[in-house]
């Protein structure tokens, strides 16, 4: 009996103190279809699901971004949640944080930021240098290459217009769907018009008992691609598990994330 305390508490610590502060860089090296040559070994960083003013308070946001920073990503990609809605301090002070991150920022928002008050997150987001997307596309170029970022507006808020998004992107180039919730990809799949997903939303369940094959908990919208990359049809989804947490603020065997995605052409050389 008391070997079995001693591990239940050896657990609960590890989970509560351990796991939630051991911050995971994953490299996740993608072929994407019809990628142009001249974005072959672009460099996009993705976080997600900051919680900010919850669990994780301005000081650890700061650090980690300086692991962003490190990893010197061409282009920074949020997958939304950026604010907890019970958080006490200023919204507008709480993502002052994001000014360190070095490289341009697009985000989409998340179910979250709509409890907070998405219209309020977003300005601040603006303010502070990030490029908020919601049911719309931002264009890079490279020369006469493009590659295109779709943001799209929160699906479990309704704040999504998939259709409206196709009609706004241009017919040539490939693109990069970021959406909040991963589920999104059952529908943006079969239009076969993205090269990529990338989401967040459900933490990768936070919890995840080992030999089980999903969390035990996952949230509506989260059902279907619960962490690191899958396929819906032939488009390759990537679900990253965040930074924050929602309570019980707890993690097991689900580290916080941070993702390197080294994009390569599929494209035959000459």
């Known amino acids: 009996m008391s070997a079995l305390i001693l591990l239940l508490t050896g657990l609960f610590l590890y989970a509560r103190f351990v796991e939630p502060r051991w911050l995971q860089v994953k490299r996740v090296p993608l072929r994407l279809s019809q990628l142009p040559e001249a974005f072959d070994g672009m460099r996009i960083a993705q976080i997600s699901d900051l919680h900010l003013g919850g669990w994780l308070r301005p000081a650890r946001m700061r650090a980690w971004l300086a692991r962003v920073n490190a990893l010197q990503p061409d282009l920074v990609l949020i997958s939304g949640d950026f604010v907890e809605e019970t958080a006490r301090q200023d919204t507008e002070e709480l993502l002052a944080t994001l000014r360190a991150l070095e490289a341009p920022v697009l985000a989409v928002p998340g179910n979250h930021d709509h409890r907070r008050g998405v219209a309020r997150v977003c300005q601040a987001l603006t303010a502070h240098g990030v490029r908020v997307l919601r049911n719309e596309v931002h264009t890079l170029h490279r020369g006469d290459a493009q590659l295109h ?3 799209l507006g929160d699906q479990a808020w309704g704040d999504d217009d998939l259709d409206a998004l196709l009609g706004r992107l241009p017919p040539e180039g490939p693109a990069i769907l970021l959406a909040h919730e991963p589920d999104v990809a059952d529908l943006a799949g079969p239009t076969e018009r993205f090269a990529l997903q990338l989401s967040g939303h459900t933490h990768g369940g936070q919890v995840r008992p080992p030999l089980l094959e999903r969390p035990l908990i996952l949230p509506a919208w989260g059902q279907h691609y619960t962490g690191g990359l899958a396929r819906a049809g032939a488009m390759p989804v990537y679900t990253n598990r965040g930074l924050g947490m929602i309570r ?11 993702t390197l995605l080294e994009l390569q052409s599929d494209r035959p050389a000459p």
């Not at 019980?248 to 580290?255: E, G, K, L, M, S």
Request: charged share 20%; net charge positive.
């Open 149 to 151: 970022i779709a943001g």
């Open 248 to 258: 019980p603020w707890f993690r097991f065997n689900c580290r916080p994330e941070v």
